[in-house]
C-alpha cells in the first residue's frame, strides 16, 4: 500500500468520526452547518498532511474534541429551551413509575427468594436473612423497574392530556436528555448500592447461611478496592511463584474476581443503557401498547440476562477478557439504541406503527 494510499485511508477514517459526532448538534445546526464544518475539518486535516502523521493525529484529535465540547453546550442549551410540558409529565410519570415497579417487582422476588429459605431457621435468623437480601434483589430490580417505568411513561395514554404551556410543545416527541439525566441519577445510586452496601450483606448473608463468622468473605462480598487487591496479590504470587495454588486455579481465581469487578460497574450502568433503548424504541415505534409492553419486557430482560450470564461464564474461565464479558450485554443495548435512533433505516422510521 503506497504512502498516498494509507494517508488517504487515515483521512477517512477522522472524517468518518467526526460526522459521526455531528450527531450531538442540534438538529437544526447541524443541517445549516454541518456540511461546511466536515468541509474545513477536512481541509485542516489536508494542511497538516505535509507535516506528518503525528501533525495531522493531533488536529484531527483537536478537531474532534472541538466538535464534542461544541456540540455538548448546543445540545444541553437546546434541550434546557425545549423542556416543556411534554417533558415535565413524562419526567413525572417515569419517577412515580419507576417507585411503583421497583416496590412490586423487589417484593415478588423477595418472595421467591424467601420460599427457598430452610423452614428450619428461627424468626430472628428469617428476619435478618430478608433484611440482608433486599441489596441483592434490589441490584436486579432497580434496572428493571427502570425500562418498566420509562417505557411505560412514553407510552402513557393521555400524556399530553394537560394542555401545553406553550403552543409549540402541543404533540410533540419528548426529548431523551431529561430521560438520560434520570438514567444518570439512578445509576449513581446503584453503583453506591452494588460497590457499597451489596458486599457488606452478602458477607453477613453468607456468614448467616454458614453459621460461622470465620472471616473468609468470597468475591461477591469483597468491594472494588478488596478485589482489585486480591486479583493483584495473586498475579504478583505467580510472577514470583509464590503461589501455593496450582497456576490454573489461581488464573481462575483471578478471573473470579475481574469479573465481579466489572460486574459491580456494568450491571450499575445497566440502569442508563436500559433507559435510552427503552426511549429509542418509543422513538422508533411511537406508540407501544400496553399488552406488548408486557411481552417486550420480558423479551429484553430475557435476551440481557442470557447475554450477561454467558458473559460471566466466558469472563470465569478465561475465553473472553472479564471487561469485555460483562460490558457485552451493555454494549449490544448501546448498539441496538443507535441503530433504533438512526434515521432512514426503516420505512417506518417516523410513522406510528399499526398494532
Known sequence: MSASTSQSATHRVWRTAYRALLVLLPRELRERHGSAMLDLFAR?????????LFATSAAALAGL???LGRGLRERIADERRGFGQAERTVLRNSVLSFALAFFVLTDIMLALSMGRQSRSMSAEQ???????SVPYIAAMTIPMALFVAVLAALNKKGRHATPPEREEDSGKTPRMMPLALL????????????????????TELQWLQS??????RGDRSLTPRELQDRWRELETQLASGRT?????NARELINNYRVEYHKKYAISAACLFLTLFAVSLTRRLRRIPIAWQVPLTVAVFSGYYVLFIVGESLGDSGMLSPSLAMWSANLTLLLLTL???TPGLS?????PVAW
Open 183 to 202: 438514567g444518570v441519577v439512578v445509576t449513581i445510586l446503584a453503583y453506591g448500592l452494588n460497590t457499597q452496601v451489596l458486599p457488606k450483606a452478602n
Open 44 to 52: 485542516e486535516l489536508a494542511r497538516k498532511e505535509a507535516q506528518g
Open 126 to 132: 428469617w428476619l435478618s436473612v430478608l433484611w440482608y
Open 347 to 351: 420505512a417506518r422510521a417516523h410513522r
Open 65 to 67: 474534541g472541538d466538535l
Open 211 to 216: 453459621g460461622k463468622r470465620d472471616g473468609f
Open 339 to 341: 441503530l433504533l435512533l
Open 244 to 248: 501455593s495454588r496450582a497456576e490454573s
